[in-house]
Nanobody, 128 residues
């Protein structure tokens, strides 16, 4: 049973920074592509960032590019998303996801259907 558990969400002022983290248990973390998605109130869940097995390949959505950094620690089975210069529109529930089928050399997954395991989410609220 693969479990993903997010942490680190909270309330932050606009312009501030926040790091959300995701711990993975029960699977082969080092062989998963890992991603972050988010869902704002009244909106569909959207892709934020993804990282390949060894962290060499990363993709960011246009909405966070230049403000976010995704990283992973395979020895600790964790993936992190650091966000800077936060905006009110970054307010959302942030979800961690894992793709067990990704292989190096294949296109890096960025759509929800490509991910097999999901966490419960952590709330990030950015205030004015």
């Amino acid at each position: 049973q693969v479990q993903l558990t997010e942490s680190g969400g909270g309330l932050v002022q606009a312009g501030g920074s926040l790091t959300v983290s995701c711990g993975v248990s029960g699977g082969t973390f080092g062989r998963y592509a890992m991603a972050w998605f988010r869902q704002a109130p009244g909106k569909a869940r959207e892709f934020v960032a993804v990282i390949s097995w060894a962290g060499g390949n990363k993709i960011y959505s246009d909405s966070v590019k230049g403000r976010a950094t995704i990283s992973r620690a395979n020895g600790k089975n964790t993936v992190h998303l650091q966000m800077n210069s936060l905006k009110i529109e970054d307010t959302a529930v942030y979800y961690c996801a894992a793709d067990r089928d990704y292989r190096p050399g294949s296109p890096i997954p960025t759509t929800q259907v490509e991910f097999d395991y999901w966490g419960q989410g952590t709330q990030v609220t950015v205030s004015a």
